[in-house]
């Protein structure tokens, strides 16, 4: 996997934080090239992993991907 998939959910978990707020779940929805360049970026949602935490509207890039995402079931 080269880059965040379409119909995944990925979590992620800063230097092993055991605070659930500092957690990110991303489910991404769609992924698309910059116009004019080979940059991918990715559309979807975000939330951290506290408990009543909504899902907010985003796009992440390969700065983003270069953290270590883990793909997990929907949450």
Known sequence: ?????????????????AA???W??????AVTVRPGTEIRIAFGFIK?????SAWTPTGL???EWA???TTCQDN
């Open 1 to 17: 996997m080269s880059f965040f998939e379409p119909g995944t959910t990925y979590f992620f978990k800063p230097h092993n934080y």
């Open 20 to 22: 659930p707020e500092q």
């Open 24 to 29: 990110q779940y991303f489910q991404c929805k």
């Open 48 to 52: 951290s992993g506290l408990p009543d």
């Open 61 to 63: 890039g390969y700065s």
């Open 67 to 69: 953290r270590d995402w």
